[in-house]
């Protein structure tokens, strides 16, 4: 596509409930990143694919949260037993294959907010 | 480690003014710097990055910054702002990890409010 997309938007869950959010990179970027927003905040890095697989998933907070990208394009970020403290916007990013032009400038999407009751 | 120190949470400035958002980094490796622009709603957008070469660097809409390695600093610039850019900056280090992926690190945020 043109631009990373992501879906939902928005999303209200209560405390306890399994979530996804799913995010579509530009075509053919290979690399694609997890980021994290909390109110007033940076983001934070969450995990990085290269292709298919976690390259980097060191910025994850705890087991409730993990992440696949099953056929190196779409990926989706999967938390369990949603904590308040989980409410944030959850930005995903692509860029092309490292090493290659432009690899180190990462195009975000929009973000999906997260808001856990 | 890395870290970016933004230093200020938010600067008011009169339209046409001209304005600085500030911004110092550590770290003990070779860096890249980027700015990133977030209007309300939106995702992130890249203003301009600094790779190598020239320490000043122009980017989208009239923002320049300049790479000044002995202060570690990454300042952003614009002469003369508009309406249309309040908003909230983000400045962000990052270095080639092995493998050559780029993880980028991002300060807390300016946000930048142009008044009339």
């Known amino acids: 596509g043109a631009g990373v997309s992501q879906t939902p938007s928005n999303k209200v869950t209560e405390k306890g409930k399994y979530v996804e959010l799913r995010c579509d990179p530009i075509s053919g970027h290979t690399a694609l990143y997890w980021y994290r927003q909390s109110l007033g905040q940076g983001p934070e890095f969450l995990i990085y694919?290269?292709?298919?697989?976690?390259?980097?998933d060191s910025g994850l907070p705890n087991d409730r949260f993990f992440a696949v990208r099953p056929e190196g394009s779409v990926s989706t970020l999967k938390i369990q037993r949603t904590e308040r403290g989980d409410s944030a916007v959850y930005l995903c990013?692509?860029?092309?294959?490292?090493?290659?032009?432009?690899?180190?400038?990462?195009?975000f999407g929009a973000g999906s907010r997260l808001t856990v009751l | 480690a890395q870290s970016v120190t933004q230093l200020d949470s938010q600067v008011p400035v009169f339209e046409e003014a001209p304005v600085e958002l500030r911004c110092n980094y550590s770290s003990s490796v070779s860096v890249y710097l980027f700015w990133y622009v977030q209007y309300p709603n939106q995702g992130l957008q890249l203003l301009l990055k600094?790779?190598?070469?020239?320490?000043l660097v122009k980017g989208i809409n009239g923002f320049e910054a300049e790479f000044n390695k002995s202060q570690t600093s990454f300042h952003l610039r614009k002469p003369s702002v508009h309406i249309s850019d309040t908003a909230e900056y983000f400045c962000a280090v990052s270095h080639l990890f092995s493998g050559g992926y780029n993880k980028l690190i991002f300060g807390a945020g300016t946000r930048l409010a142009v008044h009339p």
């Open positions: 694919f290269q292709g298919t697989g976690a390259a980097d």
């Open positions: 990013a692509s860029s092309s294959t490292p090493g290659s032009s432009g690899a180190n400038v990462l195009t």
């Open positions: 600094y790779l190598s070469g020239s320490t």
